[in-house]
């Protein structure tokens, strides 16, 4: 899967090439499908949600641009896969996911794996976390109609949302925000298709 990443996609940084190698993404898909878990595609997983597709999951990492001294916040934990992706080359990560049940098994799979330094909290995530903002990094991994005003809010100057936005639920196109003092530099980083961003600045259930 790693050298694919590296191969085929051309993934460049190494730190989120070694979280990845180190990550077992196995751990995050239902049992059934665990046989399927290192292929090149999304799975489903409980709350009719979805697993990214690795090379998704290592593109928005690769464009957060984080460190060990990054504090990034993510939407949409799922089953804390790329949470635990993010905590590997970030210092710090706050998660939200809007269904309980997902954010407490996505909680508990990260703790089994000995991260400690990522949280996952059930809540409207488009809201954002702002008790812990501003932020050097924002991932969405959910798609929406826009991009969630509170989000940028949140960010640091400088600091980088990324986050799929598109005018129907069922394709997006990848967005790159970088806040600047006066508001935003936005770029695009091609077709995407993720689960629907529901909340109050996102789409309604």
């Known amino acids: 899967m790693v050298e694919r990443l590296r191969d085929h996609y051309q993934i460049r940084d ?3 090439l070694e979280a990845m190698r180190s990550i077992p993404r196995h751990a995050f898909v239902p049992e059934a499908l665990q046989g399927r878990a290192y292929g090149d595609h999304a799975l489903p997983i409980s ?3 979805t697993i990214s597709q690795p090379y ?3 593109r928005m990492t690769e464009l957060l641009e984080i460190n060990s001294e990054s504090k990034v916040l993510e939407i949409g934990a799922g089953s804390g896969y790329q949470t635990a992706v993010l905590a590997k080359v970030a210092g710090q990560v706050y998660s939200i996911e809007r269904i309980a049940s997902l954010a407490r098994e996505a909680q508990d799979r990260i703790r089994q794996l000995n991260i400690y330094n990522a949280t996952v909290k059930c809540f409207d995530g488009t809201l954002g976390w702002a008790a812990n903002a501003p932020y050097d990094a924002i991932l ?7 991009i969630p ?9 400088d600091g980088r949302l990324v986050v799929p936005v598109g005018e ?6 990848l967005v790159r925000i970088i806040k600047t003092a006066t508001g935003y530099k936005e770029e695009d980083h091609g077709g995407c298709a993720f689960v629907p961003l529901i909340g109050q600045h996102g789409w309604s259930t």
Do not use: T, Y
């Open 149 to 157: 005003e509170p989000l940028v809010a949140q960010l640091k100057v």
């Open 47 to 49: 709350g009719s949600q």
């Open 56 to 58: 998704i999951v290592a």
């Open 140 to 146: 969405v991994a959910a798609g929406g109609p826009g």
């Open 168 to 173: 129907s639920r069922e394709s997006q196109r």
């Open 14 to 16: 190494e730190k989120v």
